[in-house]
């Protein structure tokens, strides 16, 4: 479990943020990062990470950001499975709309029907809660990827 690549799903910035600070924590403790902020299959497919870490919020009624939608529309057609690949999914919400984190629920259904193993219960981040994602995140990401240092 070395190389990581992050696919991000954002509208306004803010899990752009916490991937970029994710990506620092995870390089710190000696894995491979790659940000997809932009993302493509075929790029990631290239990559072949050992981890598909999915950091998303969510938009309109309970939807995939505009940003990510055709990687996550492009995965759905081609199905390319990740049967030896570990997925993990942190997601940014508000539970005052209906479909809290409903970007992030989509993600780990289809990552889990492509047959990827997933690395724990999904993270789900309430904007209700913290303005701060990244003080639940990181130590989240801590706790599942060891330092190999
Ligand atoms: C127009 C709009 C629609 C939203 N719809 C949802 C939703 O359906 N479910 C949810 O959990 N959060 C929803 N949110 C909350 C965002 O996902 C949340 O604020 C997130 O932290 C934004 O992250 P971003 O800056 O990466 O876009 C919505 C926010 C806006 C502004």
Same mark, same amino acid.
């Given at each position: 479990?070395?190389? *990581?690549? *992050? ?17 620092? &924590? ?17 790029? /990631? ?5 050992? !981890?598909? &870490? !999915? ?33 993990? /999914? ?20 289809? &990552? ?23 003080? *639940?995140?990181?130590?989240? &990401? ?8």
């Amino acid at each position: 479990m070395n190389r *990581i690549a *992050i696919i991000v799903g954002t509208v306004y910035g803010g899990a752009e943020y916490l991937a970029e600070q994710a990506a620092k &924590l995870l390089t710190a403790r000696g894995y491979q990062c790659t940000l997809h902020l932009d993302p493509k299959l075929g790029a /990631v497919l290239a990559e072949d990470p050992d !981890v598909w &870490l !999915v950091i998303s919020s969510t938009t309109g009624q309970g939807d995939i950001p505009d940003n990510a939608l055709p990687f996550f529309i492009d995965a759905r057609d081609r199905f390319p499975l990740l049967t030896d690949k570990i997925i993990a /999914v942190i997601g940014l919400g508000d539970s005052s709309y209906e479909n809290f984190c409903g970007a992030g629920k989509q993600f780990y259904e289809l &990552l889990q029907e492509l047959q990827g193993k997933p690395l724990a219960e999904p993270l789900w981040i309430d904007a209700c809660e913290t303005l701060e994602p990244e003080t *639940i995140a990181l130590p989240w &990401l801590e706790a599942h990827f060891p330092s190999k240092g």
